[in-house]
């Protein structure tokens, strides 16, 4: 298996499969305070789906929610983000070209300057 990326945000790794054509990978967030923070692929798209529970997705500063077994898709190079919505939630994404070890860059919040006073 090639080397994988470094997780961006707080969840518990549930799959994580690779083959030429895709990654595939399955996360729970369980509890207040996990989430896929905000990242960004250069080179792989991705496909989410809510698989248990509801999750909400940031792409690119545009919120949605997705119910079990509907899907968003994340173009490579959008700014995106999930989080559970309630107590926990399970999400599958699909990464197309599969995803690279150097392919995962987080993406910090803005956080205005507090002023000097």
């Known amino acids: 298996m090639a080397e994988r990326p470094v997780p961006v945000g707080n969840y518990e790794l549930l799959e994580d499969f ?10 729970r967030m369980a509890r207040t305070g996990q989430a896929v923070e905000r990242h960004v692929h250069e080179r792989s798209a991705q496909i989410y789906v809510a698989l248990q529970g ?12 997705l119910e079990p077994y ?8 959008a700014v995106h983000g999930a989080a559970p919505v309630g107590e926990s939630a399970i999400v599958m994404n ?7 070890a150097d392919d995962q860059i ?5 956080e ?4 000097a006073g």
Request: charged share 20%; hydrophobic share 45%.
């Open 18 to 27: 690779e083959s030429p054509a895709a990654t595939v990978r399955v996360l």
């Open 54 to 65: 509801r999750v909400r997705v940031e792409i690119d500063g545009r919120v949605a929610e």
């Open 70 to 77: 509907h899907a968003m898709n994340v173009p490579a190079g």
């Open 94 to 100: 699909i990464s197309v070209p599969p995803l690279g």
């Open 106 to 110: 987080p993406v910090p919040r803005f």
């Open 112 to 115: 205005p300057a507090m002023e």
